[in-house]
């Protein structure tokens, strides 16, 4: 039977990337006999256009009733206007909520042949690899807002529920891979964060008490990343600083172009990179398309098709090696700048 997978290209580069992915996922199919249904439904700016709201009723049903779904990016400063009361991004804050995706995985390796891409020197780099696992449907992001005249508010709420089963997800993980927690909060200040700090700990110490648990203010968690980044295994965080740690992350690696990411709740997993709809390049062929392919191997991974999601992810490999790379790598080492259709391209040769 075939998979079912509901594709959001969404705005800017969303659908240039999620064009070669869908190449990409054609591909693999063919090889391994997989037979994909992939179809496309608008979210963010573009539904705001044709329908006057970022997630349309018609979009939200094929999600859930799909095996999985994969998005490229929404938004863009067509309707960044403060004024304005429907914006792509509540589109996309509404699907996650309405999927129940709470755990948001957010790997970060850094490719060997890309060392020279990153800012970082060469040494600092040896030995990353970290995965962020950034609650999703919760915190300041789901609280209610308020405006006045000359105020403005954001609720932060988190449930000891909704903690609980993020720092699950993350033990998991850890246990599967080097056994390192590190709890990221700013429990000096916030009681969220308190909450956060004594939950997270109750779970490790009754459930996982094979974890290696610290707990690391969020300041110095945005300086650590940068200076000692090959410290950290697994970092398990609330929705708004896995936000902001994931895209300071991502320069590790050379490019918010590589990162991808998974969200996973308890039906229907949601898979996009972690990369926005970059409007300062859209529409001139140049993104990079690997985080949105890397995604869509995790989406191979997560619909239990192992070996297509191995194929993928040594394909974009090969390609790495091969210096296919786009502009957001080539610019601090002057190499070849590959356009996004040869990067797809070389991915494809190498399935
Ligand atoms: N998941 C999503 O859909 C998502 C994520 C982040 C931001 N956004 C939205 O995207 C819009 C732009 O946000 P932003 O500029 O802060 O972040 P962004 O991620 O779109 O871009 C940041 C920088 O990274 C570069 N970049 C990002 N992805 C790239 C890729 N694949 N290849 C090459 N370069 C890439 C961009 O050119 C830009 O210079 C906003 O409307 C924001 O809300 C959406
Ligand atoms: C577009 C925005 C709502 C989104 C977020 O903040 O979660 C994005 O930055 C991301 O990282 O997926
Ligand atoms: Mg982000």
Not at 61 to 66: G, H, I, L, R, T
Not at 276 to 285: E, K, N, V
Not at 303 to 327: F, H, P, S, W, Y
């Amino acid at each position: 039977m075939a998979i079912k997978i509901v594709c959001l290209p969404g705005d800017g580069i969303g659908p240039e990337v999620t064009q070669s992915t869908i190449a990409v996922l054609k591909a693999v199919g063919e090889k391994f006999r997989i037979e994909f249904d992939i179809a496309e439904y608008p979210i963010g700016g573009i539904a705001i256009e044709q329908s006057g709201t970022p997630l349309p009723d018609q979009t939200l049903a094929a999600c859930k009733e799909a095996d999985a779904v994969f998005l490229g990016a929404i938004g863009g400063p067509q309707w960044e206007n403060p004024e304005a009361s429907v914006r792509p991004e509540q589109g996309l804050l509404k699907l996650r909520s309405e999927l129940g995706v709470f755990s948001n995985i957010r790997p970060l390796k850094v490719f060997p042949s890309l060392i020279s891409s990153s800012p970082l020197k060469p040494e600092r780099l040896a030995g990353v690899d970290f995965v962020v696992v950034r609650e999703l449907t919760g915190g300041i992001y789901f609280g209610e807002r308020t405006r006045q005249d000359d105020y403005a508010t954001d609720e932060c709420r988190y449930s000891v529920g909704e903690v609980e089963r993020i720092a699950r997800v993350a033990c998991e993980m850890a246990m599967q891979r080097n056994k390192r927690v590190t709890s990221v909060d700013k429990a000096n200040v916030l009681e969220t964060s308190r909450l956060w700090r004594e939950v997270v700990t109750r779970v490790v110490k009754n459930e996982f008490p094979e974890i290696n648990l610290e707990h690391q203010l969020v300041d110095s968690c945005a300086m650590k990343l940068i200076q000692q980044p090959a410290h950290f295994d697994v970092i398990l965080t609330e929705n708004m600083f896995g936000d902001i740690l994931s895209d300071e992350a991502s320069v590790l690696s050379g490019s918010m172009g590589l990162l991808a990411s998974a969200s996973i709740g308890d039906g229907v997993g949601l898979f996009e990179p972690i990369h926005g709809s970059a409007p300062d390049i859209a529409g001139l062929g140049i993104a990079n398309p690997y985080a949105s392919i890397l995604s869509a191997a995790m989406m191979l991974r997560w619909l239990n098709l192992e070996l297509a999601a191995k194929a993928v992810e040594d394909a974009v490999l090969d390609a790495i090696d091969n210096g296919t790379l786009t502009r957001d790598l080539t610019i601090s080492n002057s190499m070849r700048e590959a356009s996004t259709k040869e990067a797809t391209q070389a991915v494809l040769e190498a399935i």
